[in-house]
């Protein structure tokens, strides 16, 4: 995903709760807030998970119900394929581009038989080989999360990529945890740019925290990639709400990422800048007549001192001009000049 603008997908998941009209305003949402990618999530949930498969305890809490499975829960928020080319037909029409997360082997076929060519390996999946086998035969481009991973976890996800073709530089790793929400104190950003060092591939985040200001210090470290869950209203009942970030932070998200991605950009070298050039003469200062100098006179430490403007001689230069002879007169905060 080599790309000189920081890829922003705006992850609605499941926050549809099941309904198209619902899919339709995130799409609506992420449009508005000038997301790269909306995201939703595809898989059969039978296929996904064991009937005897519990909720997280997350799960459990934001869909207020102990009593459903696992199973239960995602049968309610799966999208038909109709569903999907619907979606894709209404995201073409609102210029933003239609992502989506596989999470069964016949899932991930069906998002390449729609034309996908970029897919997501999501946390779950990364310890999944037949599932990364297939991602690897079927995409040329991956982004891989890593939440509750090892190093090794990764690396060996990576070796399945590569021995199937997929080629290194086409491999983004996006750090992450998956805690909805992440405490502030298990975000360990510092575990993304070892993972850059490590891997030498593109590195991004995958942000559950609250709020927005995690995924824009992922920024300004370098991520390259940024995902984050957004919500029509965090206040709806579903897994992923609490943790999702409402249209107008979704929005808020964005214009700073694409500010911070401006503030790193540049040179590199400390030299002023072509907007402040124009405000030296006027912040700066210059050696200037502390009171009238007759020509003649010595310049000295009592007859002069340093005021704005900057545009005559730098105080830098000070012991220069210290003892040596006025060649004119000067009037009380004349600039000195040589």
């Not at 119900?65 to 609102?94: G, P, T, V």
């Not at 997929?166 to 740019?193: F, R």
């Amino acid at each position: 995903m080599k790309n000189n603008r920081v890829i922003i997908i705006a992850e609605a998941g499941v926050n549809h709760n099941g309904s198209l009209e619902n899919a339709f305003r995130l799409v609506d949402a992420a449009v508005d807030a000038g997301v790269d990618y909306v995201k939703f999530q595809t898989f059969k949930a039978d296929k996904l998970v064991a009937k005897s498969a519990k909720k997280a305890d997350y799960q459990i809490q934001n869909t207020k119900d102990e009593k459903d499975s696992q199973l239960d829960m995602l049968k309610k928020l799966e999208l038909s394929h109709d569903d999907h080319e619907q979606l894709i037909r209404y995201c073409n029409q609102k210029n933003i581009n239609f992502f989506s997360t596989a999470f069964d082997l016949d899932s991930l076929q069906y998002l390449k038989d729609i034309g996908l060519g970029l897919v997501k390996v999501p946390s779950g999946e990364i310890t999944n080989l037949p599932y990364l086998r297939m991602v690897a035969k079927l995409f040329d481009k991956v982004i891989l999360s890593t939440g509750m991973s090892t190093l090794e976890d990764i690396r060996l996800a990576i070796d399945v990529f590569t021995k199937e073709g997929v080629n290194k530089e086409d491999i983004t790793i996006l750090h992450c945890n998956t805690e909805y929400p992440t405490p502030m104190q298990d975000v360990n950003m510092k575990a993304m740019l070892h993972i850059g060092n490590t891997f030498d591939t593109e590195i991004g985040y995958s942000d559950h925290t609250l709020g927005i200001e995690v995924p824009i210090a992922a920024v300004a470290l370098g991520a390259r990639v940024i995902e984050k869950h957004f919500t029509l209203d965090k206040h709806m009942d579903g897994p992923d709400h609490a943790a999702s970030l409402e249209p107008s932070e979704l929005k808020a998200m964005v214009l700073a990422i694409r500010n911070i991605e401006q503030a790193i950009s540049g040179s590199g070298l400390k030299e002023p800048s072509e907007s402040e050039k124009k405000n030296i003469a006027i912040a700066r200062k210059s050696i200037v007549a502390k009171v009238a100098i007759k020509k003649g006179e010595v310049f000295s430490e009592e007859n002069l001192t340093v005021k704005r403007p900057g545009s005559g001689i730098s105080p830098m230069c000070w012991d220069e001009v210290v003892g040596k002879i006025a060649e004119q007169n000067f009037e009380e905060d004349d600039l000195i000049c040589l």
